[in-house]
T-cell receptor, first 114, second 114 residues
Framework: AQSVTQLGSHVSVSEGALVLLRCNYSSSVPPYLFWYVQYPNQGLQLLLKYTSAATLVKGINGFEAEFKKSETSFHLTKPSAHMSDAAEYFC????????????FGTGTRLLVSP | DAGVIQSPRHEVTEMGQEVTLRCKPISGHNSLFWYRQTMMRGLELLIYFNNNVPIDDSGMPEDRFSAKMPNASFSTLKIQPSEPRDSAVYFCASIGGRSYNEQFFGPGTRLTVL
């Protein structure tokens, strides 16, 4: 079964610094991969998705992620962190069941300091 | 569009009581998911409906949990009897139309069972 692993439950950066949130996947078939963001007391919101088209995927709020098959990774990056980026980020993989059955990682809380 | 609507936003109840959580998906979406989020287990899929029919309920923890979708615009998740370990945030998400691979999440219901 497909799964994802997020390294680091917390990541702290300074405002303006590079954001790098790590996600590695395990899949026996070409995966569909997603990054979601959750702000406090809210539901999850899709940031970006990889569906076997371009390996570099651009999302909302300046985030992007690169699918690297050789490394089984789908890390999320943003060149310059903003205070408003502080949230929890979830990587997810589609289980390829024919409907969008997602398995989520354990999440990474991004802390942004001034 | 108002997005996915969930009610109530907060529910506090005593052990043994029946709890009913409600969800209104985005109009035109034909698939609906119920998730549970806890610190210990993260985000778990409980059940998935397609065109109002339950397709995958393998994530429903036990017989105390039941879900229905009587029509395309309404779904319920019921816990009877409730137990303290059911305390969690329950999310509803819907998908469909042109957003066929993006799940739209509701704001969640925070359930506390005393």
């Amino acid at each position: 079964a497909q799964s994802v692993t997020q390294l680091g439950s917390h990541v702290s950066v300074s405002e303006g610094a590079l954001v790098l949130l790590r996600c590695n996947y395990s899949s026996s078939v070409p995966p569909y991969l997603f990054w979601y963001v959750q702000y406090p007391n809210q539901g999850l919101q899709l940031l970006l998705k990889y569906t076997s088209a371009a390996t570099l995927v651009k999302g909302i709020n300046g985030f992007e992620a690169e699918f690297k098959k050789s490394e089984t990774s789908f890390h999320l990056t943003k060149p310059s962190a903003h205070m408003s980026d502080a949230a929890e980020y979830f990587c997810a993989v589609d289980q390829n069941t024919g409907f969008q059955k997602l398995v989520f990682g354990t999440g990474t809380r991004l802390l942004v300091s001034p | 569009d108002a997005g996915v609507i969930q009610s109530p936003r907060h529910e506090v109840t005593e052990m043994g009581q029946e709890v009913t959580l409600r969800c209104k998906p985005i109009s035109g979406h034909n698939s609906l998911f119920w998730y549970r989020q806890t610190m210990m287990r993260g985000l778990e899929l409980l059940i998935y409906f397609n065109n109002n029919v339950p397709i995958d309920d393998s994530g429903m923890p036990e017989d105390r949990f039941s879900a229905k979708m009587p029509n395309a615009s309404f779904s319920t998740l019921k816990i009877q009897p409730s137990e303290p370990r059911d305390s969690a945030v329950y999310f509803c998400a819907s998908i469909g139309g042109r957003s066929y691979n993006e799940q739209f999440f509701g704001p969640g219901t925070r359930l506390t069972v005393l």
